[in-house]
């Protein structure tokens, strides 16, 4: 089992950026691959971004390619998601996400954190 918590949201205007983290903790975050979904209001949460367990694979949405960043820093038990230009269409709930397979990570993780709100600001 792995327990996450994230941390990093807030308020931004369009255009800024904004860092998420996310830590683990409860067993080997080397064994787990590492995602990020978010939520809009009214909307299906969706796949934002997902890296291997090495940290060698990233993947991203097409609405984020370009500017977002995954990467994890496995002695710290972090991962971390940087976002630049960011768009009001970005706003949402960030949820950080583990699962032993990389697919599934992606796509129906294991264990999920408890969010935290990005709002983007025209």
């Known amino acids: 089992q792995v327990q996450l918590v994230e941390s990093g949201g807030g308020l931004v205007q369009a255009g800024g950026s904004l860092s998420l983290s996310c830590a683990a903790s409860?067993?080997?975050?080397?064994?787990?691959?590492m995602g990020w979904f978010r939520q809009a209001p009214g909307k299906e949460r969706e796949f934002v971004t997902a890296?291997?367990?090495?940290?060698?694979?990233?993947y991203y949405a097409d609405s984020v390619k370009g500017r977002f960043t995954i990467s994890r820093d496995n002695a710290k038990y972090t991962v971390h998601l940087q976002m630049n230009s960011l768009k009001p269409e970005d706003t949402a709930v960030y949820y950080c996400?583990?699962?032993?397979?990389?697919?599934?990570?992606?796509?129906?993780?294991?264990?999920w954190g408890q969010g935290t709100q990005v709002t983007v600001s025209s």
């Open positions: 996400a583990a699962d032993r397979n990389l697919f599934a990570v992606s796509t129906s993780p294991g264990y």
């Open positions: 409860g067993s080997t975050f080397s064994m787990y691959a």
């Open positions: 890296i291997s367990r090495s940290g060698t694979n990233t």
